[in-house]
Structure formats: structure tokens, C-alpha cells
């Protein structure tokens, strides 16, 4: 029973990390860029969503604005940050974004303090034990969205004309371009998607933790950067798998290998063992 | 990075700007005012300001006023050594401050001890930080002091036996457990388990469902109070209701509102009673809340209580030499917010350890730990 909770909580931890990591996977499937400034956004949809919770008391319109203001967000970073550079060397946008990450991070500060900021009256708090698996509805709540997000996502990019256009700019941006797709379009809708994705993530995760703070962003910077070269860079469902072996396996580190290695140290020996056995991470390719 | 240069640019100018004109005594301060750190090092600059103002209201020290200066160590060991530096080469001062945590105090103890200028810890805890040296200080309790207060609050006051230990990977936490184990076995408790978190770490999940599984007694773990908020909060709608003790590290309003309900009975090791009929520490408590609009916690009184022994030391020294200053803090006799102040030879603070717990979402007295022997520091 004990390893199948330490199962269950990895799978909730890796499906978080996933809701990040897939919104970085989709800007580097696209632009190469790697978007280091996407924990950023992230560490945004978290604020957005406690201050319009405490504000107006409503979890959907919190949930609302966190997505699609972080969207929205998203897209300007590109717009401001990317887009005028895209031409240079790829490390010249990763100094960029790291720059503008740790920028937004004492921006937060700054404008919401260096305490933290907690819900008035946290929702999702309550145990709701399902078949003997002890998960509070927030973890639940967390599950469902990552399945319903992702889903949505496979699905926009399977079934629609709007995800064909995406992918075919993904695997030729010029040809794409020949057949009248607007390139600039696709990158800003491509934006506006992983930064829900981001912003949906750091809303859940204030919840669980009742506290958003201006730092919250600085593991999965990094962190989600492992589990897409783990899932070999641009691929989504790679960076799925990547992410849910990621939760699992910390889940038991943390208990049978604690004293050894912290969290963060397990997640980059997974990624140095992956590596060695597959140099370009567990898949390849869209 | 060049934005946060350019902070703590404007940051220093600004707080230098408004006394520098005058023949002032300076203080030096080094505090985490950005990066990870920064919400208690907000705390320990408020505690600091509030007590270099009582003492500039009071006269300053020998009809000098006093002046902090204030560097951001970004609670990193590498910004320390610099700032040590600065202060005492550029700015000159003659006593400094950490009001930070033990990773860059250490760093910079090292630095003030050698040019021979003392150095006092307001809440750094680890045991290295006053053995750089007879110029460097401590008014706050070792880990390893705390961590056996925790061992007899916990065996012997509330007659836990079987007590699982979680311990946050960092020097504070460290050393926090390895004094509750020292102790343990001598106030009967068995430890069933101990898990190790890294202080990143706010999702507790799987330490929650072992946890359970241990069915322990009472639970000893360490932790500020940013992880701690968390912890306790999972622990509780995770099925564990055996109480929790900690320590300073939880010490403030911001614990109470991260855990909501389930930080009541939450019991913790610290260095201010709320509930104290001192008048210095009612005195803080109420000049701290009007001063900063926050309410007190532990990093605020204890940096508060530092200041403290360092104007006490200026006065009594009527000199600025830093031998007459050390000499003066040596035999520091303080009633402070903290509570009685003097130091034993290896410069560590000797007092009574505060008990408190969570009742109707604040911190109350729970009780005194008195025991002297248990808590004496060590002499070298």
C-alpha cells in the first residue's frame, strides 16, 4: 500500500512537472529557444491565481485569469524578448531569458512582497480518500487538470486545422509558410498555449502549498529543463514520459534515498544514467 | 545578476544618503534582502532599524548618532566575503552585524576575525561561525543547544517515545538533528525514522504517506517557516495528527497563515515569549508591530537583540577602537527582547529556551526550558 501511494504522489508530482516542461518542449520544438523565463510565468499564474481568489473569492475565475493572463503574458515575452533575436546564436535568447528570469523574480518581490503571498481561506485543503489512496482534493484536482490540459492539447494539435498549421510550421517553417500559414501567428498561439500550460501549473501549486512565492519559479527553471532533454527536446509525449518517470522516481528517492541525495541531485542523476544509455534522451522526434 | 547589482546600489545609496553628513558610528549589516532569503531578511532589517532608532532617540552612544550600513548578501556565501571586505575597508566600521543565515555569516566571520573587528551572529546557527574567532559573537542559540532543548521538550515535558525526525538538508537543519539525537536516547525517546527534505522542497507527499505508516508518536522537524507551512499543513489533511514540534525556524505570522487550521497545537523551540511580562520584550513586541506594520517573529527579535548588545558595547567602551568594543561585548549583562543576555568564552549566548505553541492562530507560551547544563554551549 505504501508503494503504491509513493507511486501516486510521484505520478502527482510528475504530472505538475508536466504541465511545465510541455509548454518549454512546444517553444523549443518551435523556436530552439531554450525559455528559461517560462518558471517565470509560471511563478505569475501562482499570483494571479491567489490574488484574484482572495480578491473575489471565486477558484474559476482565479483558475481563468492565471491561464489566460499568463497567455497573454507569454506572448508579449516573446514579442519583446524572443522575437527581435531570433536571429542570433541560440545562447544568445538563453542569456536573455535567464536575465529576464531572475529580473521577474525580484519583480515579484518587489511588487507583492518578499513574505509570500497565502490564500485568505484556502481552497481544496480537504482529504478525500479514494480507494484507501489518501489524496486532498487539490491533489486530485491537479491530476484531472494536467490529464484534461495535456489531452487538450494532443487534441488542438491532432484534430484541428489550428494544430495542423502548428505542426506542419514545427517540422518546416518555410514550406509551411508557402502553403499561406502565418508563421508569426503560429509562434504567438504556440506562446500563448505553453504559458497556460505554465500558468495553470503555478496556480495549482500555490494552492497546495498555500503560499506563492517570488522564488517558487527557481527548481523547475532548471528542473523542467533536465526532464525535456530527458525526453529528447521537442518532443511532447517524450517530455510526458520523462516528467512522470521524473515524479515517480523522486517520490522514492525521497524516502529510500534521502539521506544520499536531495530531490533536486536525483533528478539530474536520472538525467546523467538516461544520457549515458540514450544520448538523446528517451525520444526523439515530435 | 546586473539588475540585482544595480538594487543594492540604489539600496545602499538610499540608506547611506540620509545620515551620511553627520559624525556618525556605523554599524555594518550584512542581510538577505533578495534572492530565496529575502522575507527574513526584510524581518532582520526592520528588527535592526527599529533598535538603531530606539538607541538614536536615547541619545545614540556618547551623543553620536548610530548609522547601519546595509549590504545585501543575497544569503550567499560568496556576496559575504566581499561585503565583509567593503565594510571594513571602505566604510570603515568598527562592529558589524550578520543579520543573515549561517552559509554567508560563516563566510564572513572568518573575514571580520582576521582584521580584528568583532562580528556579531543575530541568528546564523551554525557551530563554526564563533570559532573563527575571539571577535566574533552569537546572540542566538547553537543548532545543536536547540536541538536538545527539542530532545527534553519532547522526551521529558510531553512524554513522547517514539518521535520520527524530519530534517530540512541544510547546516540549520543539520545541526538541529544531530543535538535531538545526541539527546534523545537520555530523555527515552526511540527514533523510528528520519527523512531529509532539501529546502526547495514544498510538496511533502511521499514523506506524509511514510510517515503514516510509522504511526510515531510525535514528530521533531526542522525547518523555516516556508517549508515548515507546508509540511505541517500536508502532514495534517494527510492523516498524521501526531504533534509536531519545531523550532525558531517556524517562528512568525507567516507560519500560522501557510497552515491555516493545522498549525494549531504546533509546538516550537525559540528565543522570544509572546506571551512574557518582561517589559523589553512587551516593549518590542508593540514598537515592532508600529514600526514595520508586521508582526514580530524570531529573525526580527533576535537581530533586534544583536544591535542591542553591539550599543550596549559602544556605550560601556566609550571608544570606537574594536578592542575596547570586543572587550565590552564580552561581558555583555543585557536584558534583551530575547532575554538575559551575557556570553560564555567561545562568545556563545547564554539563556533559557522559549516554548511556544499555536493556539487560536497565534503563538502563546507553552513553557520555559531552564536547564543550563543541557543547554550550555560549548567553551571552544
Known amino acids: ?64 485569469v492565471a491561464m489566460l493572463g499568463v497567455g497573454i503574458f507569454g506572448i508579449i515575452i516573446y514579442r519583446l524578448c524572443y522575437q527581435p533575436i531570433l536571429d542570433q546564436p541560440p545562447y544568445v535568447p538563453l542569456i536573455a531569458s535567464i536575465g529576464l528570469f531572475i529580473a521577474m523574480e525580484e519583480l515579484y518581490r518587489i511588487l507583492f512582497g518578499s513574505y509570500g503571498v497565502t490564500y485568505s481561506n484556502p481552497p481544496l485543503q480537504d482529504m478525500m480518500p479514494v480507494g484507501g489512496i489518501y489524496l486532498r482534493q487539490g491533489e486530485w484536482v491537479t491530476i484531472l487538470a494536467s490529464i484534461v490540459l495535456i489531452g487538450g492539447l494532443a487534441w488542438l494539435s491532432r484534430k484541428t486545422r489550428l494544430g495542423l498549421a502548428w505542426r506542419a510550421t514545427v517540422t518546416d517553417a518555410e514550406m509551411a509558410e508557402s502553403f499561406g500559414i502565418d508563421p508569426i501567428r503560429v509562434r504567438y498561439l504556440n506562446f500563448f498555449i505553453g504559458s497556460i500550460l505554465a500558468g495553470a501549473a503555478g496556480m495549482i501549486v500555490g494552492i497546495l502549498n498555500n503560499l506563492v512565492e517570488p522564488t517558487m519559479g527557481s527548481v523547475p527553471s532548471y528542473k523542467a529543463l ?41 533528478a539530474f542523476v536520472f538525467l546523467i544514467l538516461v544520457l549515458m544509455v540514450r544520448p538523446k534522451g528517451m525520444f526523439r522526434g515530435m | 545578476m546586473e539588475f540585482k547589482k544595480i538594487l543594492i546600489l540604489v539600496s545602499t545609496l538610499f540608506f547611506s544618503f540620509g545620515t551620511s553628513w553627520a559624525d556618525t558610528i556605523k554599524i555594518g549589516f550584512n542581510v538577505p534582502l533578495t534572492g530565496f532569503a529575502a ?69 564572513a566571520a572568518g573575514t571580520f576575525q582576521s582584521a580584528g573587528i568583532p562580528y556579531i551572529s543575530a541568528y546564523a546557527i551554525h557551530p563554526d561561525i564563533t570559532r573563527a574567532g575571539n571577535y566574533v559573537f552569537r546572540t542566538s542559540f547553537m543548532g545543536e543547544v536547540q536541538g536538545r532543548a527539542g530532545a527534553l521538550l519532547i522526551g521529558q515535558t510531553m512524554q513522547h517515545r517514539r518521535v520520527v525526525v524530519i530534517t530540512l538538508k541544510n ?19 526511540k527514533i523510528v525514522n528520519e527523512y531529509e527534505y532539501s529546502i526547495s522542497d514544498r510538496q511533502f507527499g511521499p514523506i506524509v504517506a511514510k510517515v503514516r505508516a510509522d504511526k510515531p508518536d510525535a514528530i521533531y522537524a526542522s525547518g523555516y517557516f516556508f517549508t515548515a507551512g507546508p509540511l505541517v499543513s500536508q502532514l495534517r489533511s494527510g492523516g498524521v495528527n501526531a504533534p509536531v514540534i519545531g523550532q525558531e525556524g517556524y517562528d512568525g505570522e507567516q507560519f500560522i497563515k501557510i497552515a ?28 515592532y508591530e508600529k514600526f514595520s506594520g508586521n508582526k514580530v517573529d524570531m529573525v526580527s527579535a533576535s537581530t533586534h537583540t544583536a544591535i542591542k548588545v553591539v550599543v550596549a558595547a559602544l556605550r560601556k567602551a566609550g571608544t570606537i577602537s574594536p578592542d575596547a568594543i570586543r572587550k565590552a561585548i564580552s ?50
Open chain 2, 171 to 189: 547546516d540549520f537543519g543539520k545541526s538541529l538533528a544531530a543535538g535531538f539525537k545526541a539527546e534523545a536516547a537520555n530523555f527515552g525517546i
Open chain 2, 260 to 287: 491555516g487550521a493545522s498549525a494549531e497545537g504546533v509546538i516550537i523551540t525559540t528565543s522570544l515569549d509572546r506571551d512574557s511580562n518582561s517589559p523589553e520584550a512587551r516593549s518590542f513586541i508593540s514598537e
Open chain 2, 39 to 107: 522575507a527574513d531578511g526584510e524581518s532582520a532589517l526592520n528588527g535592526a532599524k527599529l533598535a538603531v532608532k530606539q538607541a538614536n532617540n536615547t541619545g545614540g552612544v556618547n551623543g553620536k548618532q548610530i548609522e547601519l550600513v546595509v549590504y545585501d548578501d543575497q544569503a550567499s556565501p560568496k556576496e559575504a566575503v566581499p561585503i565583509a571586505n567593503r565594510l571594513i575597508e571602505k566604510d570603515g566600521v568598527k562592529v558589524a552585524v550578520s543579520g543573515s543565515y549561517s552559509g554567508p555569516t560563516r563566510a
Open chain 2, 331 to 380: 561581558q555583555t549583562k543585557l536584558l534583551a527582547a530575547t532575554g538575559q543576555i551575557s556570553f560564555n568564552k567561545l562568545g556563545e549566548v547564554r539563556k533559557n529556551v522559549e516554548v511556544q505553541i499555536v493556539r487560536d492562530g497565534d503563538w502563546h507560551y507553552h513553557s520555559t526550558i531552564r536547564d543550563q547544563t543541557l543547554l550550555a554551549p560549548p567553551n571552544y
Open chain 1, 1 to 64: 500500500m505504501l508503494y503504491l501511494e509513493l507511486f501516486i504522489q510521484g505520478l502527482l508530482q510528475g504530472s505538475i512537472y508536466a504541465l511545465i516542461a510541455v509548454g518549454l518542449t512546444i517553444v523549443y520544438g518551435l523556436l530552439r529557444i531554450l525559455h528559461v523565463a517560462h518558471a517565470g510565468l509560471y511563478t505569475l499564474g501562482g499570483y494571479f491565481g491567489v490574488l484574484v481568489f482572495n480578491i473575489t473569492g471565486s477558484l474559476v475565475l482565479g483558475g481563468l
Open chain 1, 226 to 266: 533536465a526532464i525535456i532533454v530527458l525526453g529528447g527536446l521537442g518532443s511532447v509525449r517524450g517530455t510526458l514520459v520523462a516528467a512522470l518517470s521524473l515524479g515517480v522516481i523522486e517520490s522514492f528517492g525521497t524516502i529510500y534515498l534521502g539521506e544520499v541525495l536531495n530531490r533536486d541531485a536525483i
